[in-house]
């Protein structure tokens, strides 16, 4: 099993900044890929960023490529997903995901994730 626990959302103005944190834990050594999606009221389960669990390549959604940079500690097991010029449009819930197989071209297909988190609300005001 691996756990996820996300922390560091909150209410913040448009045009802030915001640093979410993932942790992970349990059979950390299964992990292959882990992603932050995000899911506003009464819309899908949106890909955001996606990175390899042993380094390399980071991939980011189109909506917030720019303003978004994922990154991982590997010492502490945990990945952060910093968020600048926030927009009130990126108000959502966001989830971390773990993927214990090689999906990197299914990185943005919620099902092919085999553990979540249970989210922080991030809420951008205008």
């Known amino acids: 099993q691996v756990q996820l626990v996300e922390s560091g959302g909150g209410l913040v103005q448009a045009g802030d900044s915001l640093r979410l944190s993932c942790a992970v834990s349990?059979?950390?050594?299964?992990?292959?890929?882990l992603s932050w999606f995000r899911q506003a009221p009464g819309k899908e389960r949106q890909f955001v960023a996606g990175?390899?669990?042993?380094?390399?390549?980071?991939y980011y959604a189109d909506s917030v490529k720019g303003r978004v940079t994922c990154s991982r500690d590997r010492a502490k097991n945990t990945v952060y997903l910093l968020m600048s010029t926030l927009r009130p449009e990126d108000t959502a819930t966001y989830y971390c995901?773990?993927?214990?197989?090689?999906?990197?071209?299914?990185?943005?297909?919620?099902?092919?994730?085999?553990?979540w988190g249970q989210g922080t609300q991030v809420t951008v005001s205008s």
């Open positions: 349990g059979r950390t050594f299964n992990v292959r890929f």
């Open positions: 990175i390899r669990w042993s380094g390399g390549n980071i």
């Open positions: 995901a773990a993927s214990v197989g090689a999906i990197l071209s299914q990185r943005e297909v919620p099902d092919a994730y085999n553990y």
